[in-house]
């Protein structure tokens, strides 16, 4: 879900920047500096995410833990997610600088999508009801993130509607791995520490 | 009788050489390539990637386009010296571009790689956690100071 340097346009590059400090900007404010040690966590879970390849035929991908981020940090999962994304691309050299905006943009939004949407659902006493909701996040939140890296594309003068297709084929076996670990992530976590959630 | 004989052998002949035109042939080239290896930062191949490779005397149209190998392989035979690119890019937006110094057509090729070096990955991604956790220790430090 990365994008790398010298593929968006300007104009794409400038919308992921303007979202990007605008969401991180409300997600700084709305952020509990005594639970920074808790986004610190989450942030390091989503930065060590992406060096765990699952291979899917001849292709494979990574994966983002997009929802287990937005659900448990809510805001403040765009800060979280642009240090980590920082860090990826200095470190592993995962999409770049000049690109952090956009991709930011590409994995935060999903993020906060689930939180607005699921986040109560999955608070909620029923283990089961929670634990599916928790799934339906998970894989919703990828294909959300494949429809806004395809849209980012489509900015950039590339073959919108093919880039959106091949972007939302290419992720669907990754949203069902990503649905079933997040669905074990949150009902772990209701049952060890559900403190975590509140 | 004979002019008819004649005139048939012609006829076969040139039709055997039409079609004979447009059949392929091969010759194994001794001409120096460069062979290039893409890989995404963790170490995996760059598999079956789109491959455009971009001439120093011409920025804008591809000098040859093509995939990679299974590997994330490439090769191409530069004609001119000057700096080459060679882009590798997928569907989902990961892109890699070489940038390939050709000092002599015939030889001397120097690949300035642009992958993964120096750090190990795993010495890297414990860096990176290590960052996270010291940037909040000391947000919460400062936090507790100021109350």
């Known amino acids: 879900m990365h994008i790398s340097e010298g593929v968006l346009s300007g104009t794409a590059l400038i919308a992921g920047w303007a979202g990007t400090v605008t969401c991180t900007a409300i ?17 390091s879970s989503f930065f060590l995410a992406s060096l765990v390849n699952i291979r899917i035929g001849p292709s494979s991908t990574h994966l983002s833990l997009l ?22 691309a200095i470190l592993f050299h995962f999409g770049g600088l000049v690109v952090l905006g956009a991709n930011t943009f590409i994995m935060g939004t999903p993020a906060l999508i689930v939180y607005v949407v ?62 079933i670990v997040t669905s074990f992530m949150i009902m772990f976590l209701k049952r060890v520490s559900p403190e975590f959630l509140s | 009788m004979i002019t008819r004989i004649i ?11 039409t079609s004979y035109a447009h059949g392929t042939g091969y010759r194994q080239s001794s001409l120096n390539a460069v062979a ?8 995996e191949a760059m598999s079956y990637r789109e491959a455009k490779v971009f001439s120093p005397l011409d920025d ?12 994330g392989r490439f090769s191409f035979v530069p004609d001119a010296k000057g700096e080459w690119r060679v882009i590798v890019r997928d569907e989902e937006g990961h892109q890699c571009e070489a940038k390939i110094n050709v000092n002599n057509v015939d030889d001397d090729v120097h690949a300035a790689s ?34």
Not at chain 2, 7 to 16: D, E, H, K, P, Q
Request: aromatic content about 10%; proline content about 2%; glycine content about 10%.
């Open chain 1, 27 to 43: 997600g700084l404010r709305k952020t509990d500096t005594s639970k920074i040690v808790r986004t610190a966590l989450l942030s």
């Open chain 1, 118 to 179: 699921f986040g109560k659902m999955i608070r909620s006493e029923n283990k089961i009801f929670s634990g599916i909701m928790a799934f339906i996040s998970g894989a919703l939140a990828v294909m959300i993130g494949a429809c806004l890296a395809g849209i980012f594309l489509g900015i950039s003068d590339r073959n919108f509607f093919e880039a959106a297709k091949i972007l939302f084929y290419a992720h669907i076996p990754l949203a069902l791995i990503e649905g």
């Open chain 2, 7 to 17: 005139l048939g052998l012609a006829m076969i002949v040139s039709l055997y050489s």
């Open chain 2, 114 to 147: 642009e992958n993964l070096q120096g750090m190990e990955l795993t010495v890297r991604a414990v860096l990176g956690v290590s960052l996270m956790f010291n940037i909040a220790l000391l947000i919460r430090r400062r936090q507790n100071a100021h109350q």
């Open chain 1, 67 to 88: 929802a287990p981020v937005g659900l448990i940090l809510g805001w403040s999962s765009f800060p979280a997610m642009l240090v980590a994304l920082f860090l990826q």
């Open chain 2, 60 to 71: 804008k149209f591809a000098y040859q386009t093509g995939r990679t190998d299974e590997e």
């Open chain 2, 36 to 43: 290039l290896e893409f890989t995404y930062s963790t170490g």
